[in-house]
């Protein structure tokens, strides 16, 4: 098959994991807004696709981390490796919304890339440095979003310790309208970016552009995709993030929402890729240990971390086999 079919199809598929990713994770950017009720469901979706496409067009230092620090050179990586690679994050994150778990885009990317990528190259392909750095980053965020959001919590019960619980969840209702739009404006700037690099790294290997530098035609595609998909909604994944890890008042959103829109603006501007889902579930989970220890379903996070420990294999093994079915193929 001509390379510039394959990059059609792989440009096909980087958008639909772009749609995907909308209703996928950008229902965890929403959650916190709509248990508390701080929003309409379908208001909060609105604004968040809308907001979700101002925050793609922002910055591209994240898909330029999703382009080039994984592997050791963009030539190596050709249109069948990112086919597979897109291929598995999507059933990836088909399946855990099906069952309603929350579950990280960004990690089963990078797992189906590692897996794609070792299977046609070799483990030399994969830059050691690079992914530890990307792993990190990953796997660091949700339990800085869990610590940082106890500290807010805290901060928050001393400072308002002479309001009534009433008069404080009132006014933090009504500011939650913009921490939720902060939050939804954050999750755009990183997640979106990820089909950016993969677009763009697949332009480059096939000889469409010269640098690893990404169009502003990718941008408004890979914008408009996960907006698209923002709008469908996902309410299986809002429910369990909204309400069974923690049941919050609206104080409590608030706290989760300027908490994970801090610390993903931080990952944005260090250009690390991190886990919208990882970093709301973690901020929830810090939110609701500062209101009691016991107030957190422990054993929903215990499911939902088990899921993040499994993505990346799991995704990689998917690469791994996706790649030898289209190698057999002829492709």
Not at 218 to 235: F, H, I, N
Not at 299 to 328: D, E, K, N, R
Request: aromatic share 8%; with cysteine; hydrophobic share 55%.
């Amino acid at each position: 098959m001509p390379e510039y079919y394959l990059i059609i199809i792989l440009i096909i598929l980087a958008l639909s994991f772009d749609f995907i990713n909308g209703f996928h994770d950008t229902a965890n950017a929403i959650a916190t807004c709509v248990a508390t009720r701080a929003l309409n469901p379908k208001v909060a979706i609105i604004m968040s696709a809308v907001l979700n496409f101002v925050g793609a067009m922002v910055s591209t230092g994240v898909a330029k981390t999703i382009g080039g620090d994984i592997v050791t050179s963009p030539s190596m990586v050709d249109s069948v490796v990112l086919i597979a690679a897109i291929a598995a994050a999507i059933f990836w994150n088909l399946l855990t919304w099906k069952v309603g778990l929350p579950s990280s885009s960004s990690h089963a990317l990078i797992g189906g890339i590692c897996g794609a990528v070792i299977i046609s190259y070799g483990i030399g392909a994969i830059n050691g440095d690079g992914i530890l750095t990307i792993v990190s980053g990953l796997v660091l965020s949700p339990v800085v979003a869990m610590f940082c959001g106890y500290i807010i919590m805290t901060l928050f019960y001393i400072i308002l310790r002479n309001f009534s619980k009433g008069q404080v969840n009132n006014v933090a209702k009504r500011i939650q309208v913009l921490s939720a739009a902060l939050m939804a404006f954050s999750h755009g700037s990183n997640d979106a970016q990820k089909s950016m690099g993969i677009i763009t790294l697949a332009l480059l290997s096939g000889g469409f552009i010269g640098a690893l530098e990404v169009p502003v035609y990718v941008k408004v595609a890979c914008a408009l995709a996960m907006s698209a998909g923002t709008s469908v909604g996902g309410w299986n994944i809002i429910r369990t993030v909204g309400n069974k890890i923690f049941r919050m008042q609206p104080v409590n959103g608030l706290a989760a929402d300027l908490n994970s829109a801090m610390t993903i603006f931080t990952a944005t501007m260090l250009h690390l890729p991190v886990s919208t889902t990882h970093v709301v579930s973690g901020s929830i989970m810090g939110v609701g240990w500062a209101t009691r220890f016991r107030a957190v379903h422990w054993s929903v996070a215990y499911q939902m971390v088990f899921a993040w420990i499994l993505t990346i294999p799991c995704t990689a093994a998917v690469g791994a086999i996706v790649y030898l079915l289209l190698y057999h193929m002829g492709l």
